[in-house]
């Protein structure tokens, strides 16, 4: 049964590892979506443009909301909470 089931099943070969690797891109952008690494470089970077003059105080807090924000998304999702 098992060569049967190889011949029957080697046409679905090609959709399989297409299947496999479209997985393998959705894992990597899932990661690096849900990666706080970029948001805290993000708020570095904007507390830096605060104290440099480059945007105003108004700005820097809505920013600073969106991010954090962002943070709290990530946490959630790694957490396990919906």
Same mark, same amino acid.
């Given at each position: 049964?098992?060569?049967?089931e ?5 046409? #679905? ?5 297409? @299947?496999? =690797? ?7 952008? !899932?990661? *690096? ?9 993000? #708020? ?5 443009? @605060?104290? =440099? ?7 820097? !807090?809505? *920013? ?7 943070l ?11």
């Amino acid at each position: 049964m098992g060569l049967l089931e190889k011949l029957i099943t080697s046409p #679905l070969l090609p959709v399989r590892a297409v @299947l496999w =690797a479209a997985q393998q891109v959705a894992d990597k952008a !899932e990661a *690096e979506y849900y990666d706080p690494a970029p948001v805290w470089a993000q #708020l570095t970077e904007l507390e830096r443009q @605060l104290v =440099a003059g480059e945007i105003d105080e108004e700005t820097f !807090e809505r *920013e600073e909301d969106l991010l954090i924000d962002r943070l709290a998304e990530i946490d959630r999702y790694r957490s396990g909470e919906p």
